[in-house]
């Protein structure tokens, strides 16, 4: 027979009351967090493949605010506007990520991701320590 014991659990249970209403708070500025990391991995990455035509692109990569999402909070990263031919940059993006007949795909979001996920969580984790 097994025997289960926790140790520390009755403290854990308490911080995470006493973060109470201040939890729709410590979510977006996690969120928040999370897109700044995101924003300057997607910035590194099309840089790294060289996909600075004029760099109309790669400056418009931006966030939305975090914003409730029903239960979730959530913010959205990607190229925004258009360029000074009227051309929107997440097109381009998408383009020189998935690729055409004529351009090879490079991928570039899916390892920007990759490499900002690990950060993500560790920024996570500090503010809700902070916090806790």
């Known amino acids: 027979m097994a025997r289960l014991i926790n140790t520390g659990l009755d403290e854990m249970l308490e911080d995470l ?18 897109a700044d990391i995101l924003k300057e991995e997607w910035r ?17 990569i931006d966030s939305s605010r975090a914003r409730h999402d029903g ?18 940059n997440a097109e381009k993006a ?21 490499a900002a996920e690990p950060l993500i969580i560790e920024a996570y984790l500090r503010i809700l320590d902070e916090n806790i």
């Open 94 to 114: 998408f383009i020189l990520n998935y690729g055409t007949s004529k351009i090879k795909a490079s991928h570039w979001v899916e390892e920007a991701d990759s």
């Open 71 to 88: 239960s979730a909070v959530s913010a959205d990263v990607y190229p925004q506007g258009k360029d000074k031919k009227g051309t929107r």
């Open 17 to 34: 009351r006493k973060l109470g209403d201040a939890a729709g708070e410590v979510q977006e500025r996690m969120v928040a967090a999370g």
């Open 44 to 60: 590194k990455s099309a840089e790294g493949h060289r996909h600075k035509d004029t760099g109309a692109m790669i400056k418009s």
